[in-house]
């Protein structure tokens, strides 16, 4: 099967590449060239922009993919160019979501009032009614933030009768090379020899989807070679979502840290968000439909990006809900941890 890939060369793109010619797939990847990946021996380049694939049809044409994979359709007129170029050209279309369609993702926020969503969540549960939920943070029309949406994205490609689409919601996603670096923060305090990690309460128990890059990259992978996920959309996942506390208290156990994780009463550290609402995914329509399953024993996954964090240590750091070292050890001490009288210690 010949695969090529809009916009390959960052995080995951790389590890699906991998994951595709280690399958015995022929495999392309259209970027800008301004990313230096290494790509596997034999692994075709395009150069281009993304906004203007028509320039580069001959090229396609050439190459003849059987399926089109777009990691970086982030709005309606990405979808529609997408199809306009390719639905003759392709015989199926895979694109990248996210979690952050959901109904219950616009109740995180705030951008959607309304009660508690139920999750986990499934592929058929409520998206978001009220589109563009970071437009309110955009500097103008030409920011990304103006007309960023996957719920348009998803309805281009599942509406289009001649570009069979496959659509795939991905979760927080961390591993070597994360550009968001969702652990640095907690392996910092960490390394540093924290005595105790303070969690507002709500914070604590808050769900959402996590996943290790090349466990994403080989669910997207098992979606492109299987024609049984034409038409279909699907959630990736770990099976089984952790509290935020949960979560960093297996970091904790990764790094060797023995220090407390502590809940503080809600309100007592700001957060710009409704911890209260869950954000976790069901991913059991994929591995039943599919059968996907991960590729990564769990511990060495979260040993991997452990190294790649202390190797690549970033120039700032942002936690969620994370206080400096001076508010939180004058929080610490008002609470008491599990000694005080409001205070909790957790796991």
């Given at each position: 099967?010949?695969?090529?890939?809009?916009?390959?060369t960052?995080?995951?793109?790389?590890?699906l590449?991998?994951r595709?010619?280690?399958?015995?797939?022929?495999?392309?990847?259209?970027?800008?060239?301004?990313?230096?990946?290494?790509?596997?021996?034999?692994?075709?380049?395009?150069?281009?922009?993304r906004?203007?694939?028509?320039?580069?049809?001959?090229?396609?044409r050439?190459?003849?993919?059987?399926?089109?994979v777009?990691?970086?359709?982030?709005?309606?007129?990405?979808?529609?160019?997408?199809?306009?170029?390719?639905?003759?050209?392709?015989?199926?279309?895979?694109?990248?979501?996210?979690g952050?369609?959901?109904?219950?993702?616009?109740?995180?926020?705030?951008?959607?009032?309304g009660?508690?969503?139920?999750?986990?969540?499934t592929?058929?549960?409520?998206?978001?009614?009220?589109l563009?939920?970071?437009?309110?943070?955009?500097e103008?029309?030409?920011?990304?933030?103006?007309s960023?949406d996957?719920?348009?994205?998803?309805?281009?490609?599942?509406?289009?009768?001649?570009?069979?689409?496959?659509?795939l919601?991905?979760?927080?996603?961390?591993?070597?090379g994360?550009?968001y670096?969702?652990?640095?923060?907690y392996i910092?305090?960490?390394?540093?020899?924290?005595?105790?990690i303070?969690l507002?309460?709500?914070?604590?128990?808050?769900?959402?989807?996590r996943?290790?890059?090349e466990?994403?990259a080989?669910?997207?992978?098992t979606a492109v070679?299987?024609?049984?996920?034409?038409?279909?959309?699907?959630?990736?996942?770990?099976r089984d979502?952790?509290?935020?506390?949960?979560?960093?208290?297996?970091i904790?156990?990764?790094?060797?840290?023995?220090?407390r994780?502590?809940a503080?009463?809600?309100?007592?550290?700001?957060?710009?968000?409704?911890?209260?609402?869950?954000?976790?995914?069901?991913?059991?329509?994929i591995?039943?439909?599919?059968?996907?399953?991960?590729?990564?024993?769990?511990?060495?996954?979260?040993?991997?990006?452990?190294?790649?964090e202390?190797?690549?240590?970033p120039?700032t750091?942002?936690?969620?809900?994370?206080l400096?070292?001076?508010?939180?050890?004058?929080?610490?001490?008002e609470?008491?941890?599990?000694?005080?009288?409001?205070?909790?210690?957790?796991?």
């Open positions: 099967m010949r695969v090529l890939l809009i916009g390959g960052n995080f995951i793109g790389p590890a590449t991998r595709l010619v280690g399958m015995g797939h022929e495999v392309a990847v259209f970027h800008r060239g301004r990313t230096r990946a290494e790509l596997p021996v034999g692994v075709g380049r395009i150069l281009g922009d906004r203007d694939l028509g320039s580069r049809v001959d090229e396609f050439r190459f003849a993919p059987d399926v089109v777009d990691m970086i359709a982030f709005t309606e007129g990405d979808a529609l160019g997408l199809v306009e170029t390719f639905r003759a050209l392709a015989r199926r279309a895979v694109v990248v979501s996210s952050d369609v959901y109904r219950a993702y616009g109740r995180f926020i705030g951008f959607e009032d009660p508690i969503e139920p999750t986990p969540l592929e058929d549960s409520p998206s978001r009614e009220v563009f939920p970071f437009r309110p943070r955009a103008g029309p030409d920011d990304f933030f103006f960023y996957k719920i348009p994205v998803e309805r281009v490609i599942l509406g289009e009768p001649d570009l069979p689409g496959t659509v919601r991905l979760p927080m996603v961390h591993g070597p994360d550009p670096r969702r652990l640095s923060a910092r305090r960490m390394d540093d020899g924290r005595p105790a303070v507002d309460e709500a914070m604590a128990g808050w769900k959402c989807p996943g290790y890059v466990d994403v080989a669910a997207i992978a070679v299987d024609d049984r996920a034409e038409r279909r959309v699907y959630n990736v996942a770990e979502s952790l509290t935020e506390a949960g979560w960093v208290r297996r904790g156990e990764a790094v060797g840290w023995r220090g994780i502590v503080a009463p809600v309100g007592r550290i700001p957060l710009p968000y409704h911890m209260n609402q869950d954000v976790d995914m069901d991913s059991g329509r591995r039943r439909e599919l059968d996907y399953a991960e590729t990564t024993p769990p511990d060495e996954a979260l040993a991997m990006t452990i190294a790649w202390r190797a690549n240590p120039t750091l942002h936690g969620l809900g994370l400096d070292y001076e508010a939180e050890d004058e929080l610490l001490g609470i008491g941890g599990d000694r005080g009288p409001v205070g909790r210690q957790l796991l």
